[in-house]
């Protein structure tokens, strides 16, 4: 294992792109929002009453994360000897019950009563100590599936994640698909400590905000047989946490006048203040050996990737290749962000914080643009704790289409947060559309649950409701986990509906999406932000501010927070200050 001597600088997630992500959330952008289903439509996964992995015993499960065997090089859904296969974590509802089950239909077939289950990967009796988590699966040359996933080691520790992988052998007959045998079960990465923080430095921090990640690995094959994976971690000392991000002008993304005020906001507020520092969030990249079967680790990466001080937690990862264009995908949460006032205005309007982002580069390992602007891709559109709520979004390529993306997820929180009996389910799949010129846009084009291959029998218009029907009973107004909230105020939305339903390349329809300051004219009710930040036009932006070029060596990312940056804003304050007229606000001081 070495460090890359070519890799690319990861592209930052701003400030200012988070503001502007929430702020597509809450004024429910119809480019974005994702379409509301028909609750009365939606059911329990019937493949997933089945044996549970700890106990043995059959039980109806909540089943979230879930990922199909894709071809290793186009991404599409595989057909292995007749039949699509799906990976899935399945545990006990209120229990820390976190495995993964293997799920087959026939290939084609979008019944989700179709869907059965051939058990727990990894047999039974486990323990609630080890537990598995996301990732990917794909076809190896002799028919067998490698299976990339996380080992989650809570054995006197806290979530301790490592990219792990094995080789699946399975059988097909008249009564299924059936696991012989898992073989080379083995730790791929645990991190390298320098473009990727280890647990042992998390553990060294020591603090509740610092979150630690090393999960969801997807394997991506380039036709010359190379393979990579493409996870979910935090950045190491190449670009480490600490209040030193503050300092780092380029992290927040905005203006003079924007950043300073941000600055200011992160001193101000203890909670954000003390994300901020530990935020440290990366789509991050290796290469792996040639042994498809016992995969190691051949090169370490500089992240694709990275939000400093600005998320702690960009899940899931993929990425999917369109026509000579990579585009990487995440799913992430306001709440794991740092701006508070962000994360409580999508609470009360929408009642959720969810959202997927996405990125589009040239080259798999980049320089990634963010779609949209500022990344947004879906958000929310229900609460939390409704039974349509939707989270971890999957994009899959749709065969044909080099313009479409099927958008995969599961509904309902654990734990029957929606109410007893309403486990975790899969959620009906719907279209985004990439146009040419890298925004995206949400269609009307919804399927049943669990489909994971769109032609011509995948949609369902009965799947599509409204913000009456998306809502079961009693839902309206519901108390959820964070405040109580009543009259969500919720702007209704419409997903576009393109006049050929069968090629929608009609970039004039997302209403020129590349005015990103049209959403500050704050219609949505219950919306109290007057527009303070106007992000005033005379101030010019400067971007020569936050290059650091001199000390970008090969694969390392600009240096940030060093004390000649805190030296030159130092002296710039009192001019800043001054125009500003914030003098008389003192700097938080911070042992």
Do not use: C
């Not at 040239?362 to 704790?385: E, F, I, Q, R």
């Amino acid at each position: 294992m070495n460090f890359s001597k070519a890799a690319k600088s990861g592209t930052q997630m701003t400030y200012n792109d988070l503001k502007k992500i929430g702020e597509a959330l809450v004024d429910q952008d119809p480019k974005y929002a994702i379409p509301y289903f028909n609750a009365s439509q939606i059911k329990n996964m019937p493949a997933a009453y089945t044996r549970d992995a700890e106990t043995g015993e059959y039980a109806d499960l909540d089943i979230w994360d879930s990922w199909p065997v894709q071809d290793p090089v186009t991404g599409y859904v595989s057909n292995w000897n007749g039949y699509q296969l799906v990976v899935a974590m399945m545990g006990r509802p209120h229990h820390e019950d976190n495995h993964i089950y293997l799920l087959y239909n026939k290939y084609g077939d979008n019944d989700f009563s179709h869907w059965r289950n051939a058990g727990s990967i990894f047999g039974y009796n486990e323990s609630p100590l080890t537990q598995e988590w996301s990732g990917s699966a794909i076809v190896n040359s002799d028919n067998s599936i490698q299976l990339f996933y996380t080992i989650n080691d809570t054995n006197n520790a806290i979530n301790h994640q490592k990219l792990a992988s094995a080789t699946m052998y399975l059988t097909a007959d008249n009564d299924g698909v059936h696991i012989n045998n898992v073989e080379n079960n083995h730790v791929v990465f645990a991190g390298d400590g320098y473009h990727y923080q280890t647990y042992d430095q998390w553990k060294a921090a020591n603090s509740f905000a610092d979150n630690y990640t090393l999960r969801d690995g997807h394997v991506v094959q380039m036709p010359n047989g190379d393979r990579y994976l493409v996870f979910e971690g935090n950045t190491g000392t190449e670009n480490y946490q600490g209040e030193d991000q503050l300092y780092n002008w380029s992290n927040y993304g905005g203006n003079d006048r924007f950043n300073i005020e941000s600055l200011f906001h992160l001193l101000s507020n203890d909670v954000d203040y003390k994300k901020a520092i530990f935020a440290n969030g990366a789509l991050g990249i290796i290469k792996l050996t040639n042994d498809e079967k016992n995969p190691q680790v051949e090169e370490v990466y500089t992240p694709l990737v990275t939000s400093n001080m600005v998320s702690d937690e960009l899940e899931r990862p993929n990425v999917v290749k369109l026509g000579d264009k990579y585009y990487l995908f995440s799913a992430t949460r306001l709440s794991r962000g740092t701006n508070i006032d962000t994360l409580n205005k999508a609470n009360k309007v929408v009642g959720d914080n969810v959202a997927m982002i996405g990125y589009v580069a040239d080259s798999l390992t980049g320089p990634y643009k963010p779609l949209n602007g500022s990344g947004v891709v879906v958000t929310a559109s229900v609460p939390a704790n409704w039974r349509t709520a939707t989270y971890s979004y999957y994009a899959v390529p749709v065969e044909g289409k080099e313009n479409q993306l099927l958008i995969t997820s599961y509904m309902t929180n654990r734990g029957e947060v929606a109410g007893k009996g309403m486990n975790s389910t899969w959620a009906p799949s719907f279209i985004v559309q990439i146009n040419p010129d890298d925004t995206t846009m949400v269609l009307a084009k919804v399927t049943n649950q669990g489909d994971w291959i769109w032609d011509e029998s995948s949609n369902n218009n009965n799947m599509l409701g409204n913000i009456q029907t998306a809502a079961l009973p009693g839902e309206f107004g519901k108390p959820i986990d964070w405040d109580l909230i009543g009259g969500y105020g919720l702007k209704p939305h419409d997903p576009a509906t393109p006049n050929d339903p069968e090629t929608p390349t009609t970039p004039e329809t997302p209403e020129t999406p590349n005015t990103p300051e049209t959403p500050k004219t704050p219609e949505n009710p219950g919306t109290p932000q007057t527009p303070d930040t106007p992000n005033t036009p005379e101030v010019p932006l400067t971007p020569e501010t936050p290059k650091q070029p001199e000390t970008q060596t090969n694969n390392r990312l600009p240096q940030t927070g060093n004390n000649a940056n805190k030296a030159m804003i130092g002296l710039g304050m009192g001019t800043l200050l001054s125009m500003f007229g914030l003098a008389g606000i003192n700097k938080r001081r911070v042992n």
